[in-house]
C-alpha cells in the first residue's frame, strides 16, 4: 500500500509519524520541526475528547498509522494494557479501538478512492 502513494503523500505520511515521534519536542526549535502541528497528536493524548478524536482519524495519514498500529499490535496493546484489570475494562478497551479502527477505515477507503 505504502509503495502505491505518490511523492505528495509519502511526505505526508513521513509528516505525520514525525508529529507522532517527536510531539514531546513540541517546545523544541529544531529545523526538522518547523511547520508541524502538534496540537492534533497531543490534543487526542492529553485532551482526550471526541473532538480530539475525530479531528485525528480525519486526516488520512494519522488514521493509516493508527489502522496499522491496531492491525500490528492492536492485540499485543489490549493485553498489556488490560493486564491485572477487571475483564470489563479489556472489553471495553476492546470495543473502543475496533471502532476507532473502523472510523480510520472508513477515512483510507475514502482517501483511496
Known amino acids: ?7 505528495r503523500e509519502i511526505l505526508g505520511l513521513k509528516s505525520a ?3 507522532i515521534l517527536h510531539s514531546h519536542r ?4 529544531d529545523q526538522f520541526l518547523e511547520g508541524l502541528d502538534f496540537s492534533i497528536i497531543r490534543d487526542v493524548l492529553y485532551n482526550y ?5 475525530q479531528r485525528i482519524l ?8 493508527f489502522h496499522h498500529f491496531v492491525s500490528q499490535g492492536g492485540s499485543q496493546f489490549l493485553v498489556s494494557r488490560a493486564h491485572g484489570k477487571p475483564s470489563l475494562y479489556a472489553e471495553e478497551l476492546e470495543k473502543e479501538l475496533s471502532t476507532l479502527d473502523k472510523e480510520a477505515e472508513t477515512v483510507l477507503n475514502s482517501f483511496l478512492s
Do not use: G
Open 1 to 7: 500500500m505504502v509503495a502505491e502513494l505518490e511523492e
Open 17 to 19: 509519524l514525525i508529529t
Open 26 to 29: 513540541f517546545r523544541k526549535k
Open 49 to 53: 475528547t471526541t473532538e480530539a478524536r
Open 58 to 65: 480525519s486526516e488520512p495519514y494519522f488514521a493509516f498509522l
